[in-house]
């Protein structure tokens, strides 16, 4: 009987890392994953409804938020794939997000410190690149296109020796949902000391939800 995990708490320890670094008591630990989920949340949703009104983007590009909580200061850092948004207005930019966050978190005792960091290959990280898709597959691109050229855009990167896309749900509206997926290269998911990048996405398009997966093998220690 095959079971599932994760792959990224599978390798905590060893090649993976946590996102959120910040120690509590036993009762107050639910408090602080709320507030870490409060926090995502309100960035996402502020990038996602600025980026409507600039342009008419591919997805929000946001690889990846690490918080750091320590005695009076939480500080945030946002990989960003794309971060034209908030450079161009940088300050003015950063500090309606700050101000945002802040309302919303609705606490005194901390403050709140946000900083933007580029990552240097976007379509590398599987939070962009399931972005990517799941704008292909909104605009009725054929899934099979699709899952191509995204495979075809993590070439171009040298670090990437292996990709698997997996799309489930009612694909193209046919009754019946399915799972189709395409790999290219090697992607050793039961090896600990493989550094494997993971992302689970929704989409939402007319003929219902879709999940998009997407493991991509970086580097093995």
Not at 8 to 27: C, I, M, Y
Not at 94 to 106: G, H, R, S, T, W
Not at 201 to 208: A, C, E, L, R, S
Request: charged fraction near 30%.
């Amino acid at each position: 009987m095959g079971q599932k995990i994760n792959p990224l708490g599978f390798r905590l320890g060893t090649t993976q890392s946590h996102h959120s670094f910040w120690f509590a008591q036993p009762k107050n630990f639910s408090a602080g994953l709320e507030e870490d989920k409060k926090i995502r949340d309100c960035i996402k949703n502020y990038v996602q409804k600025n980026m409507r009104i600039s342009s008419d983007s591919e997805g929000i590009g946001i690889a990846r938020i690490e918080i750091q909580k320590r005695l009076d200061l939480i500080q945030v850092i946002i990989h960003m794939g794309f971060p034209n948004l908030l450079m161009e207005g940088q300050t003015r930019g950063i500090e309606e997000l700050q101000m945002d966050v802040q309302k919303k978190l609705n606490s005194v005792n901390h403050r709140l410190n946000i900083a933007i960091t580029r990552v240097e290959k976007p379509y590398a990280q599987p939070t962009i690149l399931a972005e990517y898709l799941a704008f292909q597959l909104k605009n009725r691109i054929p899934f099979r296109k699709a899952m191509k050229k995204a495979i075809e855009l993590t070439e171009e990167t040298d670090t990437i020796k292996g990709i698997q896309v997996q799309i489930a749900g009612r694909i193209e509206g046919k009754e019946k949902a399915r799972v189709e997926w395409v790999r290219d290269g090697r992607v050793p998911l039961q090896t600990i000391r493989a550094k494997i990048d993971y992302c689970s996405y929704k989409v939402q398009t007319i003929h219902g939800v879709l999940g998009i997966k997407i493991w991509i093998f970086v580097d093995e220690e």
